[in-house]
């Protein structure tokens, strides 16, 4: 059994900033990756960033220079700290997990970001 847990997600004002954190817990022999989605009211859910169990990092281009995405190999803990908030960023987050001998991803229950003056 695996859990996400996440936090930090929230109301801010344009320009702003939030930390996202996301604790993984259970089964967990060898990680793949760590990640972020997003999903905006009627549209498809999206990456935003994800980083390797190396430390290599992927961005989607809308979000590159803007969020930073790190993670705690030792508690299995990843963080999404977004600055220069728009309200485009205005979505739900989805913490994923890639794990070895799964064939599936894992998620976690979502966080609501709104970005709004």
């Known amino acids: 059994q695996v859990q996400l847990v996440e936090s930090g997600g929230g109301l801010v004002q344009p320009g702003g900033s939030l930390r996202l954190s996301c604790a993984a817990s259970?089964?967990?022999?060898?990680?793949?990756?760590m990640g972020w989605y997003r999903q905006a009211p009627g549209k498809q859910r999206e990456l935003v960033a994800r980083?390797?169990?190396?430390?290599?990092?992927q961005y989607t281009d809308s979000v590159k220079g803007r969020f930073t995405i790190s993670r705690d190999n030792g508690n299995n803990t990843v963080h999404l700290q977004m600055n220069s908030l728009k309200p485009v960023d205005t979505a739900v987050y989805y913490c994923?997990?890639?794990?070895?001998?799964?064939?599936?991803?894992?998620w976690g229950q979502g966080t609501q970001v709104t970005v709004s003056s």
């Open positions: 980083i390797t169990s190396g430390g290599t990092p």
């Open positions: 994923n997990l890639e794990i070895q001998g799964s064939g599936f991803p894992y």
């Open positions: 259970g089964n967990i022999f060898s990680v793949i990756a």
